[in-house]
């Protein structure tokens, strides 16, 4: 009899302790830095309801229907016209696959890749849906700390002299979550070469690059390559509503074909009335003028948080200072568990995410916490960062 009915994958595979924070924010008066997810309040719920009325009155049978697994044509072409300017496809060299988020774009795309035992560097601390779904595979992972630039690089080449089984190196390029960070040029064209040199892939996950309210922005390292070493995938969960579960993959015609092959055991298409959603709102609605719009009130809120956060936190913690996207990634000094500091939070009301929740080792203590800035009003942002202020200075106080 075997100890476990399950794979050895996923038998030692731990619940998001985001979704676990999600159980208390129902606790009335909560104030939750917690979220991962674009503000609700700016879905444009109005134009959905609109361009949904739209779709299923004149082309329902076309919206219900089974739809090909490559996706939804008029989108799929939309998006490569959309990459193509920003080098992210290459029609000579590239196929795109439209995905169930980039959540599936990243799953399928280990999943094609990945043998139980091959390697994936990845960033350290990095997002826990993509690490659980490597872990799925049996992947190994090796972690490379974050710097203010990205990556740390000499970590990635130390892995990959010493480690022979690297398949790929897994990085959230821009607002990289949970740190907020983005990648220099340089770095990336480094990481670029590195994996060119060493054989290796780069799988780029970039779902919250077009929130930039600061700054310029940078070239996706899928941009820069030609030689197919580049896995991109993209999302409009961030932008639109993650609910419509609409992402893609912009990879070599190979990758993708496997891919496809793949994506039709797992939910044969994603589903067409999403698609047709998506393709409507980004076609005849102003989408640039939404992303605008989202990029400049993340800004402020961001603004707020960090001008609080000067004002209340100990200086013991340090925090990043992100340019766009939706987290900030703060650290405690090296002993701490921020375990511990969320329930002295959760009992005043304050939520964020723990950093063990983003590393390799679930288990160990982290000194790290992300908070969201996106979900949460001004007030709440006010009250809140001042509350978790005075938790940090206590928890510190009685370490
Ligand atoms: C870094 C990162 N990649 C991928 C995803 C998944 O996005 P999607 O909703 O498109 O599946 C998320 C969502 O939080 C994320 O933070």
């Given at each position: 009899m075997q100890d476990s009915i399950f794979t050895p994958a996923v038998a030692g595979m731990q619940a998001s302790a985001i979704r676990e924070i999600f159980k208390m924010l129902g606790v009335p008066g909560m104030i939750s830095f917690a979220a991962g997810i674009p503000a609700p309040e700016l879905f444009p719920a109005k134009e959905w309801a609109e361009i949904n009325h739209k779709i299923l009155t004149e082309r329902a049978s076309?919206?219900?229907?089974?739809?090909?697994?490559?996706?939804?044509?008029?989108?799929?072409?939309?998006?490569?016209?959309?990459?193509?300017?920003?080098?992210?496809?290459?029609?000579?060299?590239?196929?795109?696959?439209?995905?169930?988020?980039a959540q599936q774009a990243i799953d399928l795309s280990a999943k094609v890749l990945i043998n139980p035992g091959d390697g994936v560097i990845c960033e350290e601390p990095s997002f826990i849906g993509s690490l659980n779904s490597f872990r799925s595979y049996g992947a190994k992972l090796y972690g490379a700390a974050i710097e203010d630039d990205g990556i740390c690089i000499e970590e990635v080449e130390r892995y990959l002299k010493k480690e022979k089984n690297i398949k790929f190196i897994y990085t959230i390029t821009t607002f990289q979550n949970p740190s907020g960070v983005t990648m220099s040029l340089e770095k990336r064209k480094k990481l670029l070469?590195?994996?060119?040199?060493?054989?290796?892939?780069?799988?780029?996950?970039?779902?919250?690059?077009?929130?930039?309210?600061?700054?310029?922005?940078?070239?996706?390292?899928?941009?820069?390559?030609?030689?197919?070493?580049?896995?991109?995938?993209?999302?409009?969960?961030?932008?639109?509503?993650?609910?419509?579960?609409?992402?893609?993959?912009?990879a070599r015609k190979d990758i993708v074909d496997r891919v496809t092959v793949v994506k039709q055991v797992n939910d044969v298409h994603t589903p067409v009335l999403n698609?047709?959603?998506?393709?409507?709102?980004?076609?005849?609605?102003?989408?640039?003028?939404?992303?605008?719009?989202?990029?400049?009130?993340?800004?402020?809120?961001?603004?707020?948080?960090?001008?609080?956060?000067?004002?209340?936190?100990?200086?013991?913690?340090?925090?990043?200072?992100?340019?766009?996207?939706?987290?900030?990634?703060?650290?405690?000094?090296?002993?701490?568990?921020?375990?511990?500091?969320?329930?002295?939070a959760i009992e005043k009301k304050v939520a964020f995410v723990p950093g063990a929740t983003f590393m390799l080792d679930l288990d160990q203590p982290s000194n790290l916490f992300r908070l969201n800035f996106s979900v949460t009003t001004p007030e709440s942002i006010t009250k809140g960062i001042a509350i978790l202020g005075e938790v940090i200075k206590e928890y510190l106080q009685n370490l």
């Open positions: 076309g919206a219900l229907v089974y739809g090909t697994t490559e996706g939804y044509v008029p989108l799929r072409e939309y998006i490569k016209e959309q990459c193509t300017k920003k080098g992210i496809y290459k029609e000579d060299v590239d196929e795109l696959i439209i995905t169930s988020g070469a590195l994996a060119q040199q060493y054989g290796v892939f780069i799988l780029e996950d970039n779902p919250y690059g077009e929130l930039r309210f600061r700054g310029e922005s940078v070239p996706a390292i899928k941009s820069m390559d030609t030689k197919g070493t580049v896995i991109y995938a993209g999302t409009y969960s961030k932008t639109l509503a993650p609910g419509l579960r609409v992402g893609y993959i912009s698609q047709m959603m998506v393709h409507e709102y980004v076609t005849n609605y102003d989408f640039d003028a939404h992303i605008e719009k989202c990029a400049k009130i993340y800004g402020e809120r961001c603004d707020l948080m960090l001008a609080e956060m000067d004002k209340h936190f100990p200086k013991e913690c340090t925090y990043t200072r992100p340019e766009g996207g939706i987290f900030i990634l703060c650290t405690l000094p090296k002993g701490t568990d921020t375990k511990v500091l969320m329930q002295k």
